[in-house]
């Protein structure tokens, strides 16, 4: 078969470039709304950022499975008719880049509330619904998607209360102690690629 990269492939730099570039305008963004409206009902800034925290993985942990499933379908609906010249990898891909709207991104908005209501990391009072940082977490959601159709594709990193603090992977917040080694809880994730770390999160660290 012919090996010609399709259309996906011709523009990952610059869709690369352009997510990268969301993922950051998120943390300075919409992240901040998130944390101005969660302040309004939540007076601990450590619990309000551990929310946004949260949100932030479980929206990245949805949209990796609303990806997958998409692919699932397309790559069946596609292997009935499929004849080069590229291959059916690259055309299930080609596919999804131009119809990236299809995503119901509503589903995994619902998906990650359901999940951020149930996790032990936060403990959050019942009468406030995080529906209250949806924008947040839409935009998380969608930008996640898009990093899966990346080759290779981006990811946050997995991080831990109490790990050893990486200059590598985080910034110190500003209220951190700067003697500190270990990472008392995370503010946002970094972003990687092939493991390596592309842009580094923020992390609070506490003797």
């Keep these: 078969r012919s090996c010609s990269p399709g259309r996906a492939r011709h523009t990952n730099a610059s869709r690369r470039a352009c997510l990268v570039a969301r993922f950051g305008d998120i943390y300075a963004q919409e992240r901040l709304d ?15 950022q551990r929310i946004i925290y949260v949100a932030a993985v479980e929206s990245f942990h949805a949209a990796k499975m609303a990806y997958r499933q998409f692919k699932i379908r397309v790559r069946e609906t596609l292997s009935l008719g499929h004849s080069g010249p590229e291959s059916l990898e690259d055309t299930v891909l080609d596919y999804i880049v131009r119809h990236e709207d299809l995503y119901d991104v509503q589903a995994s908005v619902n998906e990650v509330i359901r999940s ?15 529906i209250v940082i949806s924008t947040l977490i839409q935009e998380l959601c969608r930008v996640a998607f898009s990093m899966q159709t990346l080759v290779p594709p981006l990811d946050i990193a997995f991080g831990t209360d109490g790990e050893l603090f990486s200059e590598t992977k985080y910034h110190r917040s500003f209220d951190s102690d700067f003697t500190a080694a270990l990472v008392a809880y995370h503010v946002w994730p970094a972003l990687m690629e092939n493991d390596v770390v592309i842009v580094k999160g923020e992390a609070v660290t506490k003797r």
Aim: net charge negative; no cysteine.
């Design 116 to 130: 951020m209501n149930i996790t032990p990391k936060i403990s959050f009072p019942p009468e406030i619904d995080f």
């Design 34 to 48: 998130a944390e101005t409206l969660l302040r309004t009902y939540i007076s601990d800034m450590e619990t309000v």
